[in-house]
C-alpha cells in the first residue's frame, strides 16, 4: 500500500463553495491501494488476479480549542462527503484549487469521515479523525 506520512500540515475542506482553513494536524497519514480480486478459474497453475477499484484513507491528529473546532465527527452520522486538501506548508492564503500559486507539497480528493475522537489528555484537547477515501487522491 502506497504511503505518505506527514508530522505537520494542515487541512482544507470545500464548504459552501469556497476552501476553508479547519485545522493544523500532525502525524497525518495517506494510504491508498488498488483492491484486486482473484480470478482464477479451475485448472489454472498459478492464481490470476483482477485489479477491482481503489481504497484507501487519510488520518491525522489535531489540537482544538474547546468551543472553536469544526467538528468533523458531526459529518460521521450525516454521511457528508468532503472534499478536502492536505497542504504541508501554509501559503497566505492557502489555495489548494487546481493546486495552482501553491508550490508546497499537498494532496486533495474526496471521502468520508468514518471514525473521530476527542480527548483532553491534559491541558489542550486532541481530536483525531480517519476519512476513507471514494476517489483516487491527487498528489502535487
Known amino acids: 500500500m502506497p504511503r505518505i506520512v506527514g508530522k505537520q500540515g ?6 459552501l463553495g469556497a476552501w476553508n482553513y479547519v485545522a493544523d494536524i500532525y502525524d497525518w497519514q495517506l494510504a491508498y491501494e488498488m ?6 478459474i479451475k485448472g489454472d ?5 483482477e485489479i477491482s477499484h481503489g481504497q484507501g484513507r487519510l488520518t491525522a491528529k489535531r489540537y482544538v480549542q474547546v468551543g472553536g473546532a469544526f467538528a468533523l465527527g458531526d ?3 450525516a454521511g457528508v462527503r468532503l472534499d478536502w486538501a ?25 471521502g468520508y469521515v468514518v471514525r473521530a475522537t476527542m480527548g483532553a489528555p491534559r491541558g489542550m484537547v486532541q481530536d483525531d479523525f480517519e476519512l476513507q477515501l471514494d476517489t483516487l487522491p491527487v498528489i502535487g
Do not use: E, H, M
Request: hydrophobic fraction near 40%; avoid cysteine.
Open 10 to 15: 494542515s487541512l482544507l475542506l470545500f464548504l
Open 35 to 40: 483492491v484486486t480480486l482473484d480470478a482464477s
Open 45 to 49: 497453475s498459478a492464481q490470476r488476479l
Open 75 to 77: 459529518t460521521i452520522t
Open 86 to 110: 492536505v497542504v504541508t506548508v501554509d501559503t497566505v492564503p492557502p489555495t489548494p484549487t487546481g493546486f495552482s500559486g501553491n508550490i508546497s507539497a499537498k494532496a486533495q480528493g474526496t
